[in-house]
């Protein structure tokens, strides 16, 4: 198939999707504007401890890596560096904590907010993100492949991502944040409905 008629198939799922959350009163399309409602489902609650626990270890890397930084740089007295920075250069690991403490705290909270998630008809809708925002729409008969994948935090509290993956990288999509057993029933509904669907079209 052609990259503009796989660009013309996709143009026709986005219009059905469309259509299909318009019926349920999700979408008002009209001609410049068309609105997106939140996705129905949120994600565990178990997730900001997840995201949190991400932050932490981040911000002590960070941190940590400009304090190790700010030894070598006063102890070498770098030359090439103004006079000025080398005689303040020990602020250097209280601006990064500065900077990134706070983030790493609100960061899992905001996302909390942001990640949602819904499986509508025949389509998965996903919204992502926390300062940039991602709205995923998935037809479930353009799925190849569902996985269900767990790191090691995400054992430890009893959570996993569902991985959705299309034949296009743009349609595919990633919901993180589940617990262990929402995660396994969408990934198991999911790969038998799109099976179902693509036995329907043979």
């Known amino acids: 198939m052609s990259d503009h008629a796989e660009e013309q198939s996709d143009v026709t799922d986005r219009a059905a999707v469309a259509g299909r959350m318009s019926e349920h009163g999700g979408w008002s399309l009209g001609r410049d504007h068309v609105p997106l409602r939140p996705p129905a489902n949120?994600?565990?609650?178990?997730?900001?401890?997840?995201?949190?626990?991400?932050?932490?270890?981040?911000?002590?890397?960070?941190?940590?890596?400009?304090?190790?930084?700010t030894r070598w740089i006063d102890g070498a007295r770098w030359s090439w560096l103004p006079v000025w920075m080398v005689d303040h250069i020990w602020w250097l690991p209280v601006l990064v904590a500065v900077l990134v403490v706070p983030g790493a705290i609100a960061e899992p909270f905001w996302r909390y907010a942001v990640h949602r998630w819904e499986l509508s008809g025949d389509v998965?809708?996903?919204?992502?993100?926390?300062?940039?925002?991602?709205?995923?729409?998935?037809?479930?008969?353009?799925?190849?492949?569902?996985?269900?994948?767990?790191?090691?935090?995400?054992r430890a509290l009893g959570l996993a991502t569902v991985e959705i993956r299309t034949a296009s990288h743009a349609g595919s999509s990633t919901i993180k944040g589940l617990d262990y057993g929402v995660a396994a029933a969408l990934a198991e509904g999911l790969a038998r409905r799109s099976e179902e669907l693509r036995d329907d079209a043979t």
Do not use: M, N
């Open 42 to 69: 949120p994600v565990s609650r178990k997730a900001v401890a997840l995201w949190l626990l991400e932050g932490v270890f981040w911000s002590v890397v960070l941190v940590g890596g400009s304090f190790f930084l």
């Open 124 to 154: 998965v809708y996903a919204r992502s993100g926390w300062i940039a925002r991602e709205w995923t729409f998935v037809p479930v008969s353009r799925i190849q492949t569902v996985d269900k994948a767990q790191g090691t935090l995400e």
